[in-house]
């Protein structure tokens, strides 16, 4: 049973930056596809970016394209989210995904391990 524990959130003012971590444990990422996701207060867990398992190609929501960059280890079992330029509406509580193959989309139905979420706060 895969686990995904995320670090790295916390409280940031508007325009700084913050690197999610989230590493993997009891079973194998390297060959699935990963995604972060967030969920706001009174909203829907939403797409934020996705990683395939090679790494060779990334996908990001609109809203956090050009400011947010997705990255992995696979040797550390990690996946990182790097955001920077963060704004209000960033705050929110995100969540990391391990895909069910080793591509996946922007949809929820395509990852089948999520972790516990960290925290993310921007204050204005």
């Known amino acids: 049973q895969v686990q995904l524990v995320e670090s790295g959130g916390g409280l940031v003012q508007a325009g700084g930056s913050l690197r999610l971590s989230c590493t993997a444990s009891?079973?194998?990422?390297?060959?699935?596809?990963m995604g972060w996701f967030r969920q706001a207060p009174g909203k829907e867990r939403e797409f934020v970016a996705r990683?395939?398992?090679?790494?060779?190609?990334?996908m990001y929501a609109d809203s956090v394209k050009g400011r947010f960059t997705i990255s992995r280890d696979n040797a550390k079992a990690t996946v990182y989210l790097q955001m920077n330029s963060l704004k209000p509406e960033d705050t929110a509580v995100y969540y990391c995904?391990?895909?069910?193959?080793?591509?996946?989309?922007?949809?929820?139905?395509?990852?089948?391990?999520w972790g516990q979420g960290t925290q993310v706060t921007v204050s204005s």
């Open positions: 995904a391990r895909g069910r193959t080793s591509w996946a989309t922007h949809s929820r139905n395509d990852y089948n391990y």
């Open positions: 990683i395939t398992s090679s790494a060779t190609n990334t």
């Open positions: 009891g079973g194998t990422v390297s060959y699935y596809a």
